[in-house]
Nanobody
């Protein structure tokens, strides 16, 4: 199970920190991703972190703005989002590597 939290309404230029708590599987065995879906748009991969955080990747749209991290001791992955823009408005999901467990999503609205 994956449970996201930390979304909400924020003004442009603001910051949010999303969390995704995992349970029921060996969290440290999976790459972790953050994916977002804006209204009327396709899902977009935002960031990825490997098993122990030793490698990280970002979509070009969020490089330098978002930071992904994980704490395997807490079975949690984070997404720190700074300098938020209206175009960052979306539902944000955490996802594992195959077989791709998904959380329920958390709404981020920048307005």
């Amino acid at each position: 199970q994956l449970v996201e939290s930390g979304g909400g309404l924020v003004q442009p230029g603001g910051s949010l920190r999303l969390s995704c708590a995992a349970s029921g599987f060996t969290f440290s065995s999976y790459w972790m991703y953050w994916v977002r879906q804006a209204p009327g748009k396709e899902r977009e991969g935002v960031a990825a972190v490997l098993l122990r955080g030793e490698d990280i990747a970002y979509a070009d749209a969020v490089k330098g703005q978002f930071t992904i991290s994980r704490d395997n001791a807490k079975n949690t992955v984070y997404l720190q989002m700074n300098s938020l823009k209206p175009e960052d408005t979306a539902v944000y999901y955490c996802v594992t590597s195959s077989p791709h467990y998904w959380g329920q999503g958390t709404q981020v609205t920048v307005s």
